[in-house]
């Protein structure tokens, strides 16, 4: 029996199929994955990782400083610009909290 959803045919999934699809919990992202950042984190010693924890906190505290400083003095003109200027600050911050996430999430699991 086929399943429409959106105009689309689709197959009921089996629960096997279903079951090998979704992430455990626990699990790094498949963007994490892609980037190769987890076998660099998994291949770290405890030493190495907890430095690149403190480096990693380091970078989101200047990502954020930056975009305080940026979203704190808004132009006059040319909003355009700083509005991109702010998202590009946005996205940095989303990035450094990201891998300070997937360190400490990687130095909790050996912790266990």
Same mark, same amino acid.
């Given at each position: 029996?086929?399943?429409? /959803?959106?105009?689309? #045919? %689709? ?8 079951? &090998?699809?979704? !992430?455990?919990?626990?699990? $790094? ?27 990693? /906190?380091?970078?989101? #505290? %200047? ?8 979203? &704190?003095?808004? !132009?006059?003109?040319?909003? $355009? ?32």
């Amino acid at each position: 029996q086929l399943v429409r /959803a959106m105009g689309k #045919r %689709k197959k009921p999934k089996d629960d096997e199929e279903a079951a &090998a699809e979704e !992430p455990a919990t626990g699990q $790094i992202s498949r963007k994490a994955q892609k980037k190769g950042l987890i076998a660099a984190l998994q291949d770290l010693g405890t030493a190495e990782l907890e430095e690149r924890e403190r480096q990693c /906190a380091e970078d989101l #505290r %200047k990502a954020r400083i930056s975009q305080a400083q940026i979203r &704190a003095d808004p !132009p006059t003109s040319n909003r $355009i610009h700083w509005q991109r200027q702010i998202t590009y600050a946005n996205n940095a911050v989303h990035k450094a909290h990201e891998a300070h996430n997937d360190v400490r999430r990687e130095l909790e699991k050996r912790r266990r």
